[in-house]
T-cell receptor, first 108, second 112 residues
Framework: KNEVEQSPQNLTAQEGEFITINCSYS?????LHWLQQHPGGGIVSLFM???GKKKHGRLIATINIQEKHSSLHITASHPRDSAVYIC??????????FGKGTKLSVKP | NAGVTQTPKFRVLKTGQSMTLLCAQD?????MYWYRQDPGMGLRLIHY???????AKGEVPDGYNVSRLKKQNFLLGLESAAPSQTSVYFC???????????FGPGTRLTVT
């Protein structure tokens, strides 16, 4: 069983929809990262969480340490949000364990 | 700031050839990492460094060597390339206080 599981693997949405991507992990962690990989391949960091909730623009990330679960929400989705979203867990500067990613496609 | 840069962006090697991938960061970060990304798999850690002159093995270190002679540079070497090393390689550094991950643009390597 993978230590980091993301769901769904693929997601297609219509522009404007509210989107949720889930990440469950089975190891003890002190930090969880959400990353975005653009169609061209570049990877950018969206959030690092150790507890609670963070918001940046239309993106919201939550984490429940007791349940070992995190969610990434996108409000009012837009075609430019189309990308692969990757969850990674570990220590803030330690080695990370990565999920396989969720491929999101937002149709106009 | 250029952030994290990687050289080269693309490379095709024949089995048995050697090459070095260069990662450079201009943010004065201590921690740097080399990952590989293969279809259907998450990013996997090859080697990492917690500071100038230090290196350590990650999850998939076999067939690779690294060096961190200068704080801003982290080199990944393939001494004798194998087809199994065909992959996209990403370098990353981590902010010392923010812990934000900064990734390079990637190097697409094909070994024939």
């Amino acid at each position: 069983k993978n230590e980091v599981e993301q769901s769904p693997q693929n997601l297609t949405a219509q522009e404007g929809e509210f989107i949720t991507i889930n990440c469950s992990y089975s190891v003890g962690i002190s930090a969880l990262h959400w990353l975005q990989q653009h169609p061209g391949g570049g990877i950018v960091s969206l959030f690092m969480l150790s507890s609670g909730k963070k918001k940046h623009g239309r993106l919201i990330a939550t984490i429940n340490i007791q349940e070992k679960h995190s969610s990434l929400h996108i409000t009012a989705s837009h075609p430019r949000d189309s990308a692969v979203y990757i969850c990674a867990v570990g220590k803030p500067r330690g080695n990370l364990i990565f999920g396989k990613g969720t491929k999101l496609s937002v149709k106009p | 700031n250029a952030g994290v840069t990687q050289t080269p962006k693309f490379r095709v090697l024949k089995t048995g050839q050697s090459m070095t991938l260069l990662c450079a960061q201009d943010m004065n970060h201590e921690y740097m990492y080399w990952y590989r990304q293969d279809p259907g798999m998450g990013l996997r850690l090859i080697h990492y460094s917690v500071g100038e002159g230090t290196t350590a093995k990650g999850e998939v270190p076999d067939g690779y060597n690294v060096s961190r002679l200068k704080k801003q540079n982290f080199l990944l070497g393939l001494e004798s390339a194998a087809p199994s090393q065909t992959s996209v390689y990403f370098c990353a550094s981590v902010g010392d206080s923010t812990y934000e991950q900064y990734f390079g643009p990637g190097t697409r390597l094909t070994v024939t």
